[in-house]
């Protein structure tokens, strides 16, 4: 159990051991060196990394040097990276054999290993981490302390004004008070929706009840989304701390968090955060000597993405299957085990205790007039700089793609991003230019969702991408509500025709209905939004649909079923029986001669391949 | 299946139901831990969860299909999963799935016949960065190629 003053005690002693992190231009013998153990670096092997430095500096008995391991950098396409600060020298695509060098070469002799170092897109040797494009148009405040600290370690969290939060709400703001200024800040629910964080607590705390619940959504099924994920792994208590701030404010004393199976680390150094904030009693009864007591518990999800659909979620955390709840009653008056419970998302949850020490006023000075502060992206598909990146709200999707991003690798252009995941919408090449905020990505037919951003090139067919989300709703959708268990798979049939070169405009027609109904009958999130991928492809790509559907073609040659028909000569024995079927007599050749199809009149009716005694033709 | 083998899931049970108590919303929680330890939710783990917590069989049947992290069945000594995620689709992941059912001759959620190999598709593992991704028994393998995924089969094949 500590005290307030034994926690200043740790903060103020830790942050100055700890200031050649941030403080780049620091002249101190002192080195970290910071291994990236987000997930990305993990799986290209940095515990090996983190291991084989530490072996060697006991080895070469190297002094002042530390080695940290830390969460996510960003970016992730360069891993596994390591930085040394204070210099803040950045490491690219390190292996095992590459770390006694650096000990020797740098930490030894304070020299660069130029091998090492991290090309930017335009060729340039980037030697600080700051001068790579990457970062210049990022602003990090949700991921503040990803990358920084080790998130291990609770002292490294309160030595960058750790748990300050929340002395000062417990200390010196009301309830009402803590609601009135987030409310002010502007922030709205990160989870994809945007629905005003204040007014949800707000209208939680409203409730009467003799137990309330704070539930943490860690629930991040968008496949192509990782922020959630990289904000556990790289600032745990950020999220414990907001968690007891919202406990306090809407009067709960128990929090739940959910968090998807499939992500261990996190669910790890949650758990380690969640001893530690107890041993000092951050969490438990009678926090900070006060009347509050508040704990947290976590809740394994088991893949299934419904279950980041609140009430879904709610039915898990209970032990059942994770079918939605009609809505009203909404959770704010009846949630877990029918008691007022506030559901927030990860990336929300991490903005709450920036807000509470800079203000709102502050927080509402970045973004747009109607989408404050930053949003986290996880950017991903054809785009140079894959990874993680945390950017003002109303910047425009160019900027993102291209100057943080990097641009389309392979000298292929760009097609279009989808955001919002299977619930959102595709951006085409004409809408690049759209500021990123809740409004105007809902006026172009997409969403904010919950962060994934993945960008295409030329090389995708866009109904197979409708083909891939439907095939993703159809499996995922609970059965419950007969809008989204049959029309899905309706749906995905349509689509299934139309990319096997089967679909005709009646097909289309029905596909289309089938956008409207859907969103207007099915009881939850997912169903209501399934279409979106459909609706936003035929809005602005309609005439791939076509093309698939009149002239069976796809451009892409993705759809596999619609690729040339071709006659193999070697099979070929030119006995004319294709030629006398073909119905466009597209067809030529002479008798006991290798026949050729012209793709040009070719209409992929198949019937050739299937009259062909010797299986020549596929 | 054998006594032996019956007495064993019996007593491991015992251990893993006496960390939790006999309050009905620990079900996944137990199912989570069951499915890691045996790698499948036996039938009689299913029975002893069901009396423990008062619950029916039938109800945890529902949970165990509802989910498709639980399976009723064991799995392979290696279990392959392909990332079928946005930013894996989109780099190219089905290749590596055509791949793994053609040299593997499974379709994805079945094992091997000789028990080796189970051959499942998981919807994203939050690695997009270095999308394609494969998993072998949760080791994962980032900006994988064909090529790649066979170095690894080939590898795991001598063992």
Redesign the interface.
Known sequence: MKSIKEIEEIRIKKRKELDLRVNVNLSTKEKHILVCQGTGCTSSKSPEIIEEFKRIIKEKNVDNVRVIKTGCFGLCAKGPIVIIRPEDTFYAMITKEDCLEIIEKHILNGELVERLLCKDVDGTLVKKLDELNFYKKQKRIALKNCGVINPEDIDEYIAFDGYKALEKVLMEMTPEEVIEEITKSGLRGRGGAGFPTGKKWFLTRNVEADQKYVVCNADEGDPGAFMDRSILEGDPHSVIEAMIIAGYSIGATKGYIYVRAEYPIAVHRFDVAIKQAREYNLLGKNIFGTDFSFDIEIRLGAGAFVCGEETALLESIEGRRGQPRVKPPYPANSGLWGKPTLINNVETFANITRIILNGAEWYSKIGTETSKGTKVFALGGNVINTGLVEVPMGTTLREIVYDIGGGIPNNRDFKAAQTGGPSGGCIPKEHLDTPIDYESLKEIGSMMGSGGLIVMDDSKCMVNLAKFYLEFTVDESCGKCTPCRIGTKRMLEILEKICNGEGSLEDLRKLEELTITIPKTAICGLGQTAPNPVISTLKYFRDEYLEHIKYKKCRTGECKALAKIQIDPEKCRGCGICKKNCPVNAISGEVKMPHHIDEDICIKCGTCISKCPFKAIG | MCECIENKIKSDMKEILGKYQNS??????I??EVQEKFGYIPLIAQKEISQYLNISLAEIY??IT?????TLEPKGEYTISVC????????GSEKLLDRLKERLKIEPGKTTSDGKYSLDT??????????P?FTVN?????KATVKKLDEVLDNLEKN
């Open positions: 009905k919303d620990n079900l996944i929680q199912l989570n529902g949970v509802f989910y498709s992290r639980f079928l995620g946005t930013a894996c689709f989109v780099k998981t919807r994203c593992i939050g690695a997009c960065g270095i999308a991704v949760g080791e994962v393998y980032g």
